[in-house]
């Protein structure tokens, strides 16, 4: 009897061994169950994101183009291409500024500025190239004239990613929506000195400041608890403000720039 008892225990123990590898979503935990109707969905890639091989060699586009800016060649394509689709469906049009390049995003806004003449026009990246080596950008025939390069075809050339376009819809109307990219290089700097709970210490320290031609204001803070911050103004410029920082950090070594 005794060893019916050991073998039944036994018997169960191993069946129960065996059916944790089969136990239903509905008996695990919370934590473990994965139901695929929850998962969130996978995001598409776009076609014109994806990594494409031209010419024996692959380019990887960027997802994004905020703080993009490069120096090189700009060349422009014209009657050839006219009326024949660009890498994102749309048509090419040479007396539309738009362009095209070999990684930045479409719908990316840029500032092309022709460093030989000073001459610059804004432009909607639509296509892919141009994959000549040595150039960045390929402008339209609009594009070219704006810069004062259509002669001559190629120019050197600076381009700075403005913004970017999303695409809208307002009932039946479909249009697209600038999205500017913020410039942090540009605001209202400070460089902030020091921070007190005394007002008293707070003023004579603004007035010391004061007295050396540094313009300063004193803001009041009230998140947790009351402080006077005294802060110098360093100018709309980000560089400027760090001149500023280290130039006060020898008196004030927890100096820092904030902007407002």
Known sequence: MKFIKTAAVLLIFLLSGCAANHVPYSRLPPRFTYPAKQLPPRARVPGTQRPYRVHGRTYYPIPSAYGYSETGIASWYGPKFH????????????????????????????????????????????????????????????GAMKLGM??????????????????????????????????????????????????SNAKR?????????????????????????VQVRAGRRLKTARIMERRLAGRFPGAFVIAH
């Open 150 to 199: 259509l002669h001559k075809g190629t120019a050197h050339v600076r381009i700075t990613a403005l913004g970017e376009t999303t695409a809208i819809h307002n009932g039946r109307r479909d249009g697209r929506r600038f999205l500017p990219y913020k410039n942090f290089n540009r605001g209202n700097f400070f460089v902030q000195v020091g921070a007190f709970a005394n007002r």
């Open 205 to 229: 320290l603004q007035d010391s400041l004061l007295s050396q031609g540094y313009k300063t204001i004193s803001r009041l803070d009230r998140h947790g608890k009351r402080l006077y911050r």
């Open 83 to 142: 009326g024949r689709k660009t890498s994102n469906g749309e048509t090419y049009n040479m007396y539309e500024e738009t362009a095209a390049h070999k990684t930045l995003p479409m719908n990316t806004y840029l500032l092309v500025t022709n460093l030989d003449n000073g001459r610059h026009t804004v432009v909607r990246i639509n296509d892919r190239g141009p994959f000549v080596r040595g150039r960045i950008i390929d402008l339209t025939k609009a």
